[in-house]
């Protein structure tokens, strides 16, 4: 073989490793709280714990998070502060060389009723997308049989609002959600689905499978049915009016709604 060839093959070669890396640096990313359970029934004592991760959900790759800068919960109205409840972990996926922090707490539910719980992370640099992430992050767990209060709006900076009650939900039904921005529908925005594929058991065929994409329509509107038992997150994405200086140069934004709900199979 010719160096010239052999040069040509190893550029290329360079070239095709540094494209997927870049594939896999910009993967998918969620906030993520998981609670233990999402119902509670009245012959369960009523303690939860709820996970709260940064990730890539469908291949288990953890991201490393910063204690968050909000985190709670609303219930009939009122809102909690639960942020300083959380105690850090370590966590890693089944191919990470180190575990990086996340954080995790418990919460006792004394009252009936849906708890509404968020969060609002620190920024994150990812230096693959040269700019900064903030996922405002929502779940909700129904309490003791009394369904009010899951569709209410925290007033974060954009958050998801589900127009489907988002628990109690099989396998194979839609969930549908209006995208809020500073209070107003976002039109038109691109919201990623996954699965949180936390035992490793589903393979996709093809890349394409793994992150999901939906829009919204004109009144920040989308709907997604959801295939498998699990959790499902959706993150509803756009670019902040503000900057965030970085070694002295101002970086874009990028704000996620983000919310997970969780399916059961009928049987």
């Known amino acids: 073989m010719s160096c010239s060839r052999l040069l040509s093959l190893l550029c290329c070669g360079t070239l095709a490793v540094s494209f997927c890396s870049n594939l896999s640096e910009a993967e998918a990313h969620f906030g993520a709280i998981i609670p233990s359970k999402d119902i509670i029934g009245s012959e369960d004592k009523g303690t939860i714990s709820l996970d709260v991760e940064f990730l890539h959900p469908f291949e288990q790759q953890f991201l490393p998070m910063a204690k968050p800068k909000a985190f709670g919960v609303l219930h009939r ?9 959380l105690e850090e972990r370590r966590v890693k996926g089944k191919d990470q060389q180190e575990a990086v922090a996340a954080w995790r ?14 969060l609002e992370p620190e920024p994150y640099w990812e230096a ?5 992430i903030i996922h405002y992050t929502k779940v909700c767990v129904q309490a003791f049989g009394m369904e009010e209060g899951w569709d209410e709006p925290l007033g974060l900076k954009t958050e998801i609002i589900p127009l489907t009650r988002p628990y109690g939900l099989w396998s194979g039904n839609v969930f549908t959600g209006q995208v809020l921005r500073d209070g107003q529908p976002l039109t038109e925005a691109e919201v990623e689905v996954e699965y949180l594929n936390n035992q490793g058991k589903v393979k996709a065929p093809a890349d394409a499978f793994i992150t999901q994409t939906v829009k919204t329509d004109s009144q920040g509107i989308f709907t997604y049915a959801m295939p498998h038992a699990g959790w499902w997150g959706f993150a509803a994405l756009s670019e902040d009016n503000r900057k965030i200086k970085r070694d002295g140069v101002e970086k874009a934004v990028e704000i996620g709604a983000v919310y997970w709900v969780h399916t059961t199979d009928m049987r």
């Open 105 to 118: 707490t418990e919460y006792k539910i004394k009252q009936p009723g849906d708890y509404i719980f968020f």
């Open 128 to 132: 693959a997308e040269d700019l900064y």
């Open 77 to 85: 109205g009122h809102k909690s502060d639960l942020l300083s409840s």
